[in-house]
């Protein structure tokens, strides 16, 4: 493996209080030509600890939402080459060989597309509906951009062709119950705000149902039962994400409307 032959890399992570991960994140990124992290104003360590790394550059940027985040820390890389990470994604050694070899010989795709193992604390979640979670990670600036229609669960836009490594992305999403319940309920008031601006209307049958229909789905057919009691906790909580959704779009717009009265 030929560093020098292979296209320079810039390693792009955003994060808000991830003392927990950073360490162990950005020690394992050696092979990059540079990394930037775009923090949301942490309170904890992340700050200082990315500091104490003399290869990373450390830029505080309010948020608004995942999306413009993204394009933000974009704008800030100096390569072409994009990778993209979150603060509990870890690259294996294999991984990482896979894509400087790919990067060096590719003349063909404009991004890459990683499967990812869903870490439940630290062993692997086999079913629960994650069993082929994908994502693009890696990508040329210049043929992609995230949408601004998406305000979590960004939606990458590529201008060519996507290509997909075999290896997979080890994704430690799950450290703790109170930790991922606060990542799920942000993604579903954050899920609520895209559906509000889309004028999406609240409705009490699919608060009730969607929730319900998301666990069952999950646990049953994409064999959540399977991983015992660790496939019960994240059904629940995705599940649950899910119902947040409908109850924080609900207030969005009862909130509005009792703005609308008030000014009449």
Same mark, same amino acid.
């Given at each position: 493996?030929?560093?020098?032959?292979?296209?320079? /890399?810039s390693?792009?992570?955003i994060?808000?209080?991830?003392?927990?991960?950073?360490?162990a994140?950005?020690?394992?990124?050696?092979?990059a030509?540079e990394?930037?992290?775009?923090d949301?104003?942490?309170? %904890?360590k992340?700050? *200082?600890?990315?500091?104490?790394?003399?290869?990373?550059?450390? /830029?505080?940027?309010?948020?608004?939402?995942?999306?413009?985040?993204?394009?933000?820390a974009?704008?800030?890389?100096k390569n %072409?080459?994009?990778?993209?990470? %979150?603060a509990d994604?870890?690259?294996?050694?294999e991984?990482?060989?896979? =894509?400087?070899?790919?990067?060096?010989?590719n003349?063909t795709?404009?991004?890459f +597309?990683f499967?990812?193992?869903?870490?439940? !604390?630290n &062993?692997?979640?086999?079913?629960?509906? $994650? !069993?082929?979670?994908?994502?693009?990670?890696?990508?040329?600036?210049?043929?992609?951009?995230? *949408?601004?229609?998406?305000?979590?669960?960004?939606k +990458?836009?590529?201008?060519?062709k996507?290509?997909?490594?075999?290896?997979k992305?080890?994704?430690?999403?799950?450290?703790d119950?109170?930790?991922y319940?606060?990542?799920?309920?942000?993604?579903?008031?954050?899920?609520? !705000?895209?559906?509000f601006?889309?004028?999406h209307?609240?409705?009490?049958?699919?608060h009730?149902?969607?929730? &319900?229909? #998301?666990? $069952?789905?999950?646990?049953?057919?994409?064999?959540?039962?399977? %991983?015992?009691?660790?496939?019960?906790?994240?059904?629940y909580?995705?599940?649950y994400?899910?119902?947040?959704?409908?109850?924080? +779009?609900?207030?969005?717009?009862? #909130?509005? #409307?009792? =703005?609308?009265?008030? #000014?009449?």
């Amino acid at each position: 493996m030929n560093l020098n032959l292979a296209p320079k /890399i810039s390693v792009l992570v955003i994060t808000l209080n991830e003392e927990a991960n950073m360490q162990a994140l950005l020690v394992d990124l050696g092979f990059a030509d540079e990394i930037i992290i775009v923090d949301s104003y942490s309170t %904890d360590k992340t700050k *200082s600890i990315a500091q104490s790394f003399s290869n990373v550059k450390f /830029i505080e940027n309010r948020f608004e939402n995942y999306s413009s985040q993204r394009n933000f820390a974009i704008s800030q890389a100096k390569n %072409d080459w994009i990778l993209f990470l %979150d603060a509990d994604e870890r690259l294996t050694t294999e991984l990482k060989e896979e =894509i400087i070899e790919t990067l060096q010989n590719n003349k063909t795709y404009s991004a890459f +597309l990683f499967y990812r193992i869903f870490m439940f !604390q630290n &062993s692997v979640l086999h079913f629960s509906g $994650l !069993q082929t979670d994908k994502i693009l990670r890696l990508f040329d600036k210049n043929f992609a951009k995230y *949408s601004n229609n998406q305000l979590v669960h960004e939606k +990458l836009i590529v201008n060519g062709k996507i290509g997909v490594f075999k290896n997979k992305l080890l994704h430690y999403s799950y450290s703790d119950y109170q930790s991922y319940k606060y990542k799920a309920t942000r993604y579903g008031k954050l899920k609520a !705000q895209e559906k509000f601006i889309k004028k999406h209307k609240p409705s009490f049958l699919l608060h009730i149902v969607h929730p &319900s229909y #998301n666990f $069952l789905y999950n646990y049953f057919i994409r064999l959540g039962f399977l %991983d015992g009691k660790k496939g019960i906790i994240i059904c629940y909580l995705n599940a649950y994400s899910v119902f947040v959704r409908y109850q924080e +779009l609900k207030l969005l717009w009862g #909130n509005r #409307n009792l =703005i609308s009265r008030k #000014n009449i």
